[in-house]
């Protein structure tokens, strides 16, 4: 069985701060695939990223960079220079070959103006 | 490109009724379509998996003669809740996954059911 834990289930920075949303999975499968999603109030799950199990480099994406470990079996994501607008609720999911996807609880994150 | 939609994006209905969602992708074509539900603060979790002219793969738990899915075409899939109740008042996400590379999948905006 697949699982992830999102042990944060809200957080609150200070615009401007860097902030760290930490994301552990579990899985048998030798093939996965790794994804963060982001969800604002309107509901609409905007994609983020979308890493394979083979892939461990580390991506960065403007203010958004992805670190993954399969040692440690995480894939944290962090966003530097908070602005208001990053405040929603994101989530990290997990699919393997079958790609149902697995979520997380989701994290709140804030951004304080 | 790759734009999913769902009609309607909320709907309130009374209790015993029957509600029909749809989720259509707009400019690709999609084998497989997912759907998920999501209470109020809490997580998505997937209900099934839908395949274009075959029945739809249920999760354990989920009561296939009350969320009826049909996948009719390449580009639509609809989730029937037969009999509502208030209990399954929630907020239903669809995707949908395209022929080819890179196979992501496409998440429609949802549509907000309340049952009263």
């Known amino acids: 069985a697949q699982k992830v834990t999102q042990a944060q289930t809200e957080i609150s920075v200070v615009e401007k701060e860097d902030v760290t949303l930490d994301c552990v999975y579990e899985?048998?499968?030798?093939?996965?695939?790794l994804f963060w999603y982001k969800q604002p109030p309107s509901g609409e799950l905007v994609f983020l990223i979308r890493?394979?199990?083979?892939?461990?480099q580390n991506e960065i994406s403007g203010r958004y960079s992805w670190n993954f470990q399969k040692s440690t079996s995480s894939f944290n994501f962090t966003i530097t220079a908070s602005q208001v607008v990053d405040s929603a609720v994101y989530f990290c999911a997990l699919s393997g070959i079958n790609e149902k996807l697995t979520f997380g609880t989701g994290t709140r994150l804030t951004i304080i103006p | 490109g790759a734009v999913v939609s769902q009609h309607p994006s909320w709907v309130i209905c009374k209790s015993g009724t029957s509600v029909k969602i749809e989720c259509r992708s707009l400019?690709?074509?999609?084998?497989?379509m997912f759907w998920y539900r999501q209470f109020p603060k809490q997580s998505l979790m997937l209900m099934a998996t839908s395949n274009e002219g075959s029945k739809a793969t249920y999760e354990q738990g989920v009561e296939k003669d009350k969320f009826l899915i049909n996948h009719a075409s390449l580009t639509l899939s609809t989730l029937t809740v037969t009999s509502a109740h208030p209990e399954d008042s929630s907020f239903y996400i669809c995707?949908?996954?395209?022929?080819?590379?890179?196979?992501?999948?496409?998440f429609g905006p949802g549509t907000r059911l309340t049952v009263t």
């Open positions: 890493r394979n199990s083979f892939d461990e």
């Open positions: 400019d690709f074509q999609a084998t497989t």
């Open positions: 899985t048998r499968d030798t093939t996965y695939y």
């Open positions: 995707s949908a996954k395209g022929t080819r590379a890179p196979y992501e999948q496409y």
